[in-house]
């Protein structure tokens, strides 16, 4: 039987990094992080979080005993030992050294992520699944799949995706051929703004400046503000339906918006947006529905969904 492509990794935090007030970097090493690999900016892992002594432990156990299942192992645990689960995104591997980022938006006690991350020291232990170097399959878990030769790519994210936009923007500020890149991201804070690659055109949107913003509410004015025309006209655009329940992709644990593009690689313009998953919909639907945009060029991801616990 072949390998997974995933497996459980034993991780320790060694450093915690204060990006910006409400971002923070956590570094992790682990004796198998060397064999870990990640295949593009938005590559897309699990964190398991510790309740009470022994969980982790038992997770570890039960995945041993199931090398092929995973998930199905970690589902048959005892409620009582299954450490909670989210998703979160590889900002940096460095395996030649050991050691992979990955960065938490601080909003509070929450829940079991957020909270831990309020509270992590260096020492604490977590457990990730993660893509595995030495296993021969193709690269999954990510959707940040641009076409080769596209001209013009409008990227965006609100502060959950924010790792991965940074990542996608460090990556295209290298690529020989540059295209055109426009970058609009929400934070909720002035002082969340980053440095970015300056051969993209970034736009900050923080919602303190806009007091009574709804979450996305300025990404979705920022999104109409841009202009398409010479896109759609050149692809011939017509309006397509976007129906909000076929866009809905359900992963284990997930009920969120996820539709991948699947331009080809003569597709001149390319959209990744990821964000709180109503809003992804919303820009989505501004692309395709009023602007005309194919939906083969438009990623739309809900990193989460605003009033429910998602894995």
């Not at 090398?67 to 192992?73: G, I």
């Not at 450490?83 to 980022?101: C, K, Q, W």
């Not at 959209?271 to 998953?277: C, G, K």
Request: overall charge negative.
């Amino acid at each position: 039987m072949a390998k997974q492509s995933y497996q459980v990794f034993d991780i320790t935090l060694s450093r915690r990094t204060q990006v910006s007030p409400s971002l923070v970097r956590f570094t992790f090493t682990g004796s198998d992080v060397s064999r870990m690999a990640t295949y593009a900016p938005d590559q897309r892992i699990k964190l398991f979080f510790p309740i009470g002594s022994g969980s982790l432990d038992a997770l570890f156990g039960c995945v041993e005993g199931e090398p092929d299942d995973w998930y199905a192992a970690y589902r048959a645990l005892p409620e009582a030992l299954r450490p909670p689960m989210r998703t979160y995104t590889i900002r940096e591997l460095r395996a030649e050294r050991g050691e992979v980022d990955v960065e938490f938006v601080l909003h509070g006690d929450t829940g079991p992520a957020s909270s831990w991350a309020m509270r992590a020291q260096p020492g604490d232990r977590l457990a990730m699944t993660a893509p595995v170097a030495d296993v021969e399959s193709a690269g999954v878990g990510y959707e940040w799949k641009p076409p080769r030769g596209v001209k013009r790519i409008l990227v965006v994210a609100d502060e959950t995706a924010l790792p991965a936009a940074a990542g996608i923007l460090e990556e295209l500020a290298v690529r020989a051929d540059r295209p055109q890149v426009e970058a609009l991201i929400e934070v909720p804070l002035g002082d969340d703004t980053q440095t970015l690659p300056s051969t993209a055109k970034v736009s900050w949107l923080p919602r303190d400046a806009t007091p009574g913003c709804a979450h996305g509410g300025r990404l979705l004015r920022a999104v109409r503000d841009i202009d398409l025309r010479a896109e759609v006209a050149s692809l011939g655009g017509k309006p397509e339906s976007v129906d909000a329940n076929a866009d809905v992709h359900e992963e284990p644990g997930d009920e969120l918006l996820w539709e991948a593009a699947t331009a080809d690689d003569g597709a001149p313009f390319y959209a990744w947006i990821a964000a709180e998953s109503k809003v992804a919909l919303g820009i989505r639907r501004y692309l395709v529905n009023e602007c005309g945009l194919p939906k083969r060029y438009v990623s739309s991801m809900g990193y989460w969904r605003e009033g429910k616990v998602l894995g």
